[in-house]
Every structure is written in structure tokens, then in C-alpha cells.
């Protein structure tokens, strides 16, 4: 087959583009994916997007997407053929699956978890486990085992976090879609970062079955894109009630991409004041307030409000989060998966050593947090009060939306900082996610896309929507995406 497309024009197209040179017999997925593993070998040094790469998987897979694309066995969809990669939190069968920790090296997972098998069914192509902060705890990246991502746009800068592989990847050119997961930001802010599209859906809307666990009342699983249209397909996708998570709802929708021509002629718009933070980079305030500019003139209802109880987010977030994590990380103890020690006399020292040695800094301050939270004494004070303020928080976002359509924000109040710059003060990291944060908190579907430059680097903006609102934000932000090129600028990678 004859390609009639350069590979410079293939690193920067969007899944449906190449899902248009599929259907006209231009390219086919096996060239796709070569040319994707060849870029992946060319930049993974200086990015380190992937823990794992898996070409000889990825090539088998294509070729049986190529089949079905040409009519044979099951009906293509929108995703098939389309080289993708998968955040290392997402259990793979045979495939090592690390969450980015030394306490998981070597650990093979027996089965898929809902999303991977549901991508896998829709004939996309998975090239390998994307780079992440260890257990997606993380705004930078900088806290995997496995070294820290470099953001393409600037390799001495952060991608953000946890999915800054995953962000990176989409960024560079080295896939097309990722997948990642979203805990208190961690698919917008690196989104934001990174200048593509990220969403973090409505709680439940996605399986989190095969996720390893980081807040199990705040992780959602999402996409990586190049454009709202792609996020919309690929949501598509992963959305689906499943038995196995106890908290996953049946999907209200046929088509996340219903309304994705309808405009925001008409729709009012919040735009909620407390979000305009103390240390918010002058060159992000002015690219939202052209954004704002931009979606009056489109026709939105511009206004602003107030959201005062953003302000106690962070703090109900570094109760709750850490305090689920202390659970959820309990099960690592050296014996039943991953790693392991013959050096201990007794069971006790064992997991002792196998924690000691296996868990990173920023996931042991975060263990401590939450085991002090439940402790006795202290779980009233903080872990239950922190979730009394959680239902106000709720319910005030709840009360926005008898008012608004959606809201929209700052994705992240600073650009991609210089990597290692805020790696000792933790409070100055957990500052990167305060714009994103009090989604998760409220469980309600959010989106990020390209909002803007300043400094040479992406600047995102964010939609918020109401429970279940997924198809009002990617409305929203397909409206503003079309009326914009920040989307159409990448990194000179």
C-alpha cells in the first residue's frame, strides 16, 4: 500500500483524520503503528512517556484492526485501528503493570480491566503503559520510579500530573489517543499543560474495575486527545455499566458527541470568582479572559458568580484522598504480588522492608496523612468532617447549575514549571491543582482544552457541568475549540 501522507502530517492528526485516511485506503493501521513506534523510539529518550512499550503486540493488533476495517469479522468503530497507549494504573493482562512504583516491578496481571478490554474489543491498538506519577499521586510526574516525564513543549519543564505520560504522548506525537485517570486532576491538569484536550467524566460513567485504587470515591477514568471530537468517541467507548464496580451507573447517553455541532449560542455560562486564585500567572489570567471574550461572542451568556466553599477544597481533598489511599495501599505488602523480600525473619518485617523499600516519598507522606486522619481521636475531626464539607460542596455546585449550563475556569493557575522547581514544598505542588480539585470532590464531569499561550507555553481552559452534564461541556468545548486554533499548535518535538 502506498502512503500519501508524510509522517509529519500523521504525529499531529487527530484519531478521526486518521480514521478518514483508514476508510480511503490511504494508510492502513500496521503503517500507522510503525510509524508510531518509530517515534516513540526516536523521543522516548528525552520524554520518557512510556514505562513499557509492547510493538510486537501492538503490530498483531493492527493487523486485525486492518482486517475488520476492510470488512472482515466485526464491524469497525471510531477507535478501530487507532495506535493508543494506556496509563500504567490500568491492569493489563500479561503486561506488566507498575503504577509507576519499585512495589510493583515484575507484578503481570492475570486479567484486563473494564476499560482495556472494552478498547480492545473496539479493535484500538495499545502500544504500551504510559509514565505517571507512582500510584497517580502527583501534580508533575516528577514521583515515578521509573524517572520523570519531560513535557515536549520544553523537556526541561513538567508535563503535570499523575498522567503526564499519558499527556506528554498525545502532546509529542507519539499516539493518538491516551488513556488516563483523573483523581483530583490528574487527565485536565497535565492536559492543560501539555496544550491538548483532557476530560475527566462523570463519577461512575466509566468502570473503575482494573484501575488500581488511589481514592476510590474520587478516581475516574478519561481520555487524552487531540481534539473534543476524539474525547467524545473515545468516551464512546469506555463508558459502560459494569457489575464488577460497585459504583458504576448505566451510561445516559447513545452518543457523547450528540450535540457537539450545537454551539453555546444561548448557554449560560458561570463563571465562579473564587476560582481566580492568589498566584495565578498574569499571562493565564489574560488568556481566560480572552476566552471569555470569545464564548460572548459566540453567544454565551457570560456571568460571573461565587463558589465560596472552593476555598476549603484542597483541604477536604488532602483529608479524603490520602485517608482512601491508606486503605487502598494496605493490600502492598510483599507477599501477594510485586515486591518481595527473603531478608526478614518474621511476616511483620517482611511487608516492613517490602513498603520501606518499595514506596516513594510523596506516597508515603501521603499514607501517613490519611492513617493519621482515621486514626482514633482524629477520624471525627478530620475524615468526617472533611466529608460534611464534601456534601456542601456538592450541593452548592448543585445549586449552580439550576442557574448555569456549565461553568468554565482556569484548568491550572500556572504554565508547565521547571522540573525539580517545586519538589520541596509540597504545599506550592498541591497548589496545582486547586482549579480541579472541587470536580472530583462533587463527582461531576469536567473537560480541559488548549485556552491559550502565554510564555510560549499551553494554557488550558476548563468546562465544568452538572452530574451526568458530560454532553454540555464537550458541547462547549468543541464550540470554543472551533472558534480557536490553540489546538492546532504543537510542540517543535
Known amino acids: 500500500?502506498?502512503?500519501?501522507?508524510?509522517?509529519?502530517?500523521?504525529?499531529?492528526?487527530?484519531?478521526?483524520?486518521?480514521?478518514?485516511?483508514?476508510?480511503?485506503?490511504?494508510?492502513?493501521?500496521?503503517?500507522?503503528?510503525?510509524?508510531?513506534?518509530?517515534?516513540?523510539?526516536?523521543?522516548?529518550?528525552?520524554?520518557?512517556?512510556?514505562?513499557?512499550?509492547?510493538?510486537?503486540?501492538?503490530?498483531?493488533?493492527?493487523?486485525?484492526?486492518?482486517?475488520?476495517?476492510?470488512?472482515?469479522?466485526?464491524?469497525?468503530?471510531?477507535?478501530?485501528?487507532?495506535?493508543?497507549?494506556?496509563?500504567?494504573?490500568?491492569?493489563?493482562?500479561?503486561?506488566?503493570?507498575?503504577?509507576?512504583?519499585?512495589?510493583?516491578?515484575?507484578?503481570?496481571?492475570?486479567?484486563?480491566?473494564?476499560?482495556?478490554?472494552?478498547?480492545?474489543?473496539?479493535?484500538?491498538?495499545?502500544?504500551?503503559?504510559?509514565?505517571?506519577?507512582?500510584?497517580?499521586?502527583?501534580?508533575?510526574?516528577?514521583?515515578?520510579?521509573?524517572?520523570?516525564?519531560?513535557?515536549?513543549?520544553?523537556?526541561?519543564?513538567?508535563?503535570?500530573?499523575?498522567?503526564?505520560?499519558?499527556?506528554?504522548?498525545?502532546?509529542?506525537?507519539?499516539?493518538?489517543?491516551?488513556?488516563?485517570?483523573?483523581?483530583?486532576?490528574?487527565?485536565?491538569?497535565?492536559?492543560?499543560?501539555?496544550?491538548?484536550?483532557?476530560?475527566?467524566?462523570?463519577?461512575?460513567?466509566?468502570?473503575?474495575?482494573?484501575?488500581?485504587?488511589?481514592?476510590?470515591?474520587?478516581?475516574?477514568?478519561?481520555p487524552l486527545t487531540r481534539s473534543v471530537a476524539d474525547c467524545a468517541d473515545a468516551l464512546n467507548v469506555i463508558s459502560n455499566h459494569d457489575h464488577r464496580d460497585s459504583t458504576s451507573v448505566a451510561a445516559p447517553f447513545d452518543d457523547f458527541a450528540q450535540d457537539i455541532d450545537a454551539g453555546v449560542a444561548g448557554m449560560n455560562i458561570g463563571v465562579p470568582k473564587e476560582y481566580m486564585v492568589d498566584g495565578m500567572e498574569p499571562g493565564v489570567l489574560s488568556a481566560f479572559e480572552a476566552s471569555l471574550k470569545i464564548l460572548e461572542d459566540l453567544g454565551a451568556n457570560i456571568s460571573e458568580t461565587s463558589l465560596p466553599l472552593t476555598d476549603h477544597a484542597l483541604a477536604v481533598y488532602y483529608i479524603i484522598a490520602p485517608s482512601e489511599a491508606s486503605a487502598n495501599l494496605s493490600r502492598y505488602d510483599g507477599v501477594k504480588y510485586g515486591l518481595g523480600t527473603l531478608n526478614a525473619d518474621t511476616s511483620a518485617q517482611a511487608t516492613e522492608i517490602a513498603r520501606g523499600e518499595g514506596f516513594g516519598d510523596e506516597v508515603k507522606r501521603r499514607i501517613f496523612l490519611g492513617t493519621y486522619a482515621l486514626s482514633a481521636g482524629y477520624y471525627d475531626a478530620y475524615y468526617k468532617k472533611a466529608q460534611q464539607v464534601r456534601t456542601l460542596i456538592r450541593r452548592e455546585f448543585t445549586d449552580a447549575f439550576l442557574k448555569f449550563d456549565a461553568l468554565v475556569t482556569p484548568t491550572s493557575p500556572g504554565v508547565a514549571f521547571k522540573i525539580g522547581e517545586k519538589m520541596d514544598d509540597p504545599f506550592q505542588m498541591y497548589m496545582n491543582d486547586v482549579c480541579t480539585i472541587p470536580v472530583n470532590i462533587a463527582g461531576l464531569p469536567s473537560i480541559s482544552v488548549p485556552g491559550g499561550i502565554s510564555e510560549d507555553l499551553p494554557v488550558g481552559l476548563q468546562f465544568i457541568g452538572p452530574q451526568f452534564g458530560d454532553t454540555t461541556v464537550i458541547r462547549g468545548a468543541a464550540a470554543y475549540e472551533q472558534a480557536t486554533n490553540w489546538h492546532q499548535k504543537h510542540p517543535l518535538i
Open 1 to 222: 500500500m502506498t502512503t500519501h501522507s508524510t509522517n509529519s502530517d500523521l504525529y499531529f492528526a487527530t484519531a478521526r483524520e486518521l480514521r478518514t485516511k483508514f476508510d480511503g485506503r490511504e494508510l492502513s493501521s500496521v503503517e500507522a503503528t510503525r510509524a508510531m513506534l518509530d517515534r516513540i523510539s526516536s523521543l522516548e529518550p528525552n520524554l520518557n512517556s512510556f514505562i513499557t512499550v509492547t510493538p510486537e503486540r501492538a503490530l498483531k493488533d493492527a493487523e486485525a484492526a486492518d482486517r475488520r476495517l476492510q470488512g472482515s469479522g466485526q464491524e469497525a468503530g471510531p477507535l478501530t485501528g487507532v495506535p493508543i497507549m494506556i496509563k500504567d494504573n490500568f491492569s493489563t493482562k500479561d503486561v506488566e503493570t507498575t503504577a509507576a512504583s519499585n512495589i510493583l516491578k515484575g507484578y503481570i496481571p492475570p486479567y484486563d480491566g473494564t476499560a482495556v478490554r472494552l478498547l480492545k474489543e473496539a479493535g484500538a491498538v495499545i502500544l504500551g503503559k504510559g509514565n505517571l506519577d507512582e500510584f497517580a499521586m502527583g501534580s508533575s510526574n516528577e514521583s515515578s520510579a521509573f524517572g520523570p516525564v519531560h513535557n515536549p513543549w520544553d523537556t526541561d519543564r513538567v508535563p503535570g500530573g499523575s498522567s503526564g505520560g499519558a499527556a506528554a504522548a498525545v502532546a509529542a506525537g507519539e499516539c493518538f489517543i491516551a488513556f488516563g485517570s483523573d483523581t483530583g486532576g490528574s487527565i485536565r491538569q497535565p492536559a492543560s499543560l501539555c496544550g491538548i484536550v483532557g476530560m475527566k467524566p462523570t463519577y461512575g460513567l466509566v468502570s473503575r474495575f482494573g484501575l488500581l485504587a488511589f481514592g476510590s470515591s474520587l478516581d475516574q477514568i478519561g
